[in-house]
């Protein structure tokens, strides 16, 4: 049987995050791991099943297709910049006017 291990950099690089934020994560006891002497190691098993634990919306891209909107103004995650509606824009504006006018 051959396991793949990672180091904790080529690790970290798979999950899309830094060595300091997976060492941390680690230590937490959030993520399992190997230690081989004073070496740790990750197999594809416990990079899965962290990816697996911290899964916020565990729903398929065909899913979110199929998702009616009832109304415009709810935007899904990770809207594009320059989306929002004009009046949202205009009211934006006029309310950033309010706040910040000079008081007298």
Request: with cysteine; net charge positive; glycine share 4%.
């Amino acid at each position: 049987m051959c396991v793949s291990l990672h180091t904790e950099k080529e690790a970290a690089a798979r999950l899309g995050v830094s060595p300091v934020t997976l060492r941390r994560e680690r230590m937490d006891g959030r993520i399992g791991y190997l230690k081989i002497r004073s070496r740790v190691r990750y197999t594809d098993v416990h990079l899965n099943d962290y990816l697996a634990r911290n899964e916020k919306c565990p729903t398929t891209p065909s899913e979110l297709a199929s998702i009616s909107w009832e109304n415009d103004r709810i935007r899904s995650p990770g809207v594009h910049v320059g989306t929002i509606p004009r009046q949202d824009r205009q009211n934006e504006h006029l309310l950033a006017q309010t706040f910040f006018r000079k008081r007298k």
